[in-house]
């Protein structure tokens, strides 16, 4: 009888349905750190049937995973970049997101009541900032929060609190952390099954309070692997490979338009500078060195408006690229000892084989400096990647973000970092503290996994 009861409730607990997952996330680079972790869910054991609300624009990325969206979708007129900017909100604003804002919570609610009615165990994952994790907080479902806006670098390092030129800016950390009291409320609620900072500080930080706070590593970092072999210029034998080999500039405009093709003209203006000082009697390279620049470019731009651009400034069209990339399709450009290279499809290449970066860009910087190398930023127009943001990023990524207020600065800048191989294992080191490992995107799953 005992072994034909087991039986029995082995046989109940195989019909239940799986765990039903509504996932949050209010922008394109959320929606795309969500889906990672939602393809590592799918290979688990018993993964969980998902659903999805992009509460900021289309949700591609979850259309291209074929995940099921719930809700009202619409593109806001900011596009979702309202970073410290009350002219985009109140665009938006206009545009009819409180409205929008309703129906979504409405939305989730009714799911969290269907799923209720079906019988099935439910549960809710907010990614991004304090929308979805109210959202979540506020649909009587368990739930889990992976921030991705915040971090005590923002604040902070290892020493202590960051000097800042504004006295306004004591109200970022006024209650001894980034994340205010009722950000921490929502997150200490017994509903709130596990919270995911970006990064370790942030995570001791967060323990102060009764705060599930795990720290597993920043998703950012996952899918990042190359196709082509990579060297690094900052190890043992670096001058002796410096004069062999060319030196590599990745060039990160951003991916958003019409802001990358304006960005892409503050950035050539860079590369002109760069290309000038190279022919000066204290180069940096030696006389027959050559600089290839490698242009990672979203695959939703136009490269031949970018072509345009260098065809202004002198490069030519050159048939045969100076460096292996997994595109059939590179545009490549010469101009004396430089090449320039236009590719959509070798993203973690370009990253790879850059030495350093020229960047106006959000997520792909802190991909590029998460893998130990320095950037050059360029604050430009926005509405994304303006003075504001850039200053904000500086403090978040630190020593391996170096902030310059013109173009024309970066040729001193580019000098400086490669006469410096101490400061270059300082940016390094730094990196990888700051962003984390590869795997975290799995490691995450697990967890959710295990705490739902």
């Given amino acids: 009888m005992r072994d034909l009861s087991q039986l029995k409730r082995v046989a109940s607990a195989a019909t239940k349905s799986p765990l039903q997952l509504l996932v949050l996330s209010n922008g394109h680079g959320e929606d795309i750190i969500a889906v990672r972790i939602l393809q590592e869910l799918q290979q688990l054991s018993s993964p969980p049937e998902i659903f999805a609300l992009p509460i900021v624009g289309e949700g591609r990325a979850y259309q291209n995973l074929n995940i099921p969206c719930i809700g009202s979708i619409q593109t806001m007129p900011s596009g979702g970049f309202i970073y410290m900017d009350s002219r985009q909100l109140m665009r938006d604003v206009r545009g009819g997101l409180v409205q929008l804002t309703w129906k979504q919570i409405q939305a989730v609610r009714g799911w969290v009541s269907d799923q209720k009615k079906l019988g099935n165990k439910k549960a809710i994952l907010a990614v991004g900032d304090i929308v979805p994790l109210l959202f979540a907080a506020m649909s009587g479902a368990n739930y889990a929060f992976i921030g991705t806006a915040k971090s005590e670098y923002y604040v902070r390092d290892e020493v202590g609190l960051l000097p800042r030129k504004s006295k306004s800016a004591s109200w970022e950390n006024f209650s001894g952390s980034i994340y205010h009291p009722w950000e921490r409320w929502l997150m200490s609620r017994r509903l709130c099954r596990a919270v995911f900072p970006r990064d370790a500080l942030t995570t001791e930080i967060l323990k102060k309070w009764p705060i599930p706070a795990f720290d597993l590593g920043n998703p950012m970092m996952d899918g990042l692997e190359p196709t082509v072999r990579t060297k690094k210029f900052y190890h043992g034998h670096a001058e002796e490979e410096e004069l062999v080999r060319p030196l590599i500039v990745t ?202």
């Fill in 251 to 452: 060039l990160l405009p951003g991916s958003r338009e019409p802001e990358a093709y304006s960005n892409w003209e503050i950035m050539m203006v860079a590369v002109s500078g760069l290309m000038a000082s190279f022919r000066e009697r204290d180069s940096i390279l030696p006389s027959a060195g050559t600089v290839i620049f490698l242009g990672a470019i979203a695959p939703g731009l136009d490269c031949q408006i970018l072509a345009q651009t260098l065809q202004i400034q002198g490069w030519c069209s050159c048939a045969e690229s100076p460096i292996p990339l997994a595109d059939a399709n590179i545009l490549t450009f010469k101009q004396r000892n430089g090449y320039l290279v236009l590719s959509q499809q070798a993203y973690n290449d370009c990253l790879h084989l850059g030495d350093l970066a020229i960047a106006m860009a959000g997520t792909a910087t802190e991909q590029f400096i998460g893998l130990g190398k320095p950037a050059i930023a360029i604050p430009g127009h926005g509405p994304q990647y303006n003075p504001a943001f850039a200053e904000a990023q500086s403090r978040l990524l630190g020593p391996s973000l170096i902030l310059v207020d013109q173009p024309t600065q970066v040729a001193q800048a580019v000098k400086s970092l490669l006469k410096n191989p101490d400061r270059l294992q300082i940016i390094a080191e730094n990196g990888v503290q700051r962003m984390g490992r590869s795997g975290a995107a799995r490691r995450i799953a697990e967890c959710l996994q295990d705490r739902f």
